[in-house]
């Protein structure tokens, strides 16, 4: 079992920034690959971002190619979602999820998943 909590989550002016962080308990983190998606209001959740178990595989969604960057540290069993130049179509709820592959992917299948965290983006 992988407990997954997410935070960082806020209000913030378009064009400005936030890191999201998830930190990991439970099984090996290094183990899992990593991804983020999110949800905004009645709409599905899509993917975000990904990365591999060890790190140096990361994968995007186009929308969020060049303003976001997801990066790990498994000694701190946290992943990382540094969000810049966000735009008012990043409002949603964003959620990080872990599955046991070495990399990540852009479907849902993964195994565990957090709570989630609010990210308000303002014009």
């Known amino acids: 079992q992988v407990q997954l909590v997410e935070s960082g989550g806020g209000l913030v002016q378009a064009g400005g920034s936030l890191r999201l962080s998830c930190a990991a308990a439970g099984r090996t983190f290094r183990n899992y690959a990593m991804g983020w998606f999110r949800q905004a209001p009645g709409k599905e959740r899509d993917f975000v971002a990904g990365?591999?178990?060890?790190?140096?595989?990361?994968l995007y969604a186009d929308s969020v190619k060049g303003r976001f960057t997801i990066s790990r540290d498994n000694a701190k069993n946290t992943v990382y979602l540094q969000m810049n130049s966000l735009k008012p179509e990043d409002t949603a709820v964003y959620y990080c999820?872990?599955?046991?592959?070495?990399?990540?992917?852009?479907?849902?299948?993964?195994?565990?998943w957090g709570q989630g965290t609010q990210v308000t983006v303002s014009s």
């Open positions: 999820a872990a599955r046991a592959r070495l990399t990540a992917g852009p479907h849902d299948d993964y195994d565990y």
């Open positions: 990365i591999s178990w060890s790190g140096p595989i990361t």
